[in-house]
Nanobody, 118 residues
């Protein structure tokens, strides 16, 4: 059974940094992409970043490009989201997701809250 467990959320001041982690287990993720999404109350879920487990190709939303970095540790089966220069509008629940490359995301974590104060 696939499990994705996020951690690392919290409260930070604007301009600060946080690193989110997503511990993945339950299958081999070769051929998969791992993504980070976020949701705020009253808004649609928003794509943040993704990385291909094999090869490490990355993609970012325009809103986070240059501030956030997604990476993975194959040995630890963990995906990270380093968030720098945080803004109040980055406040959201952040979710980790996994799915085959070019197909939908099949697996989701429970989410971790990130709050950026102004």
């Amino acid at each position: 059974q696939v499990q994705l467990v996020e951690s690392g959320g919290g409260l930070v001041q604007a301009g600060g940094s946080l690193r989110l982690s997503c511990a993945a287990s339950g299958r081999t993720f070769s051929g998969y992409r791992m993504g980070w999404f976020r949701r705020t109350p009253g808004k649609e879920r928003e794509f943040v970043a993704q990385i291909w487990w094999s090869g490490g190709r990355t993609f970012y939303a325009d809103s986070v490009q240059g501030r956030f970095t997604i990476s993975r540790d194959n040995a630890q089966n963990t995906v990270y989201l380093q968030m720098n220069r945080l803004k109040p509008e980055d406040t959201a629940v952040y979710y980790c997701a996994a799915g085959p490359v070019n197909l939908r995301y099949d697996y989701w974590g429970q989410g971790t809250q990130v709050t950026v104060s102004s």
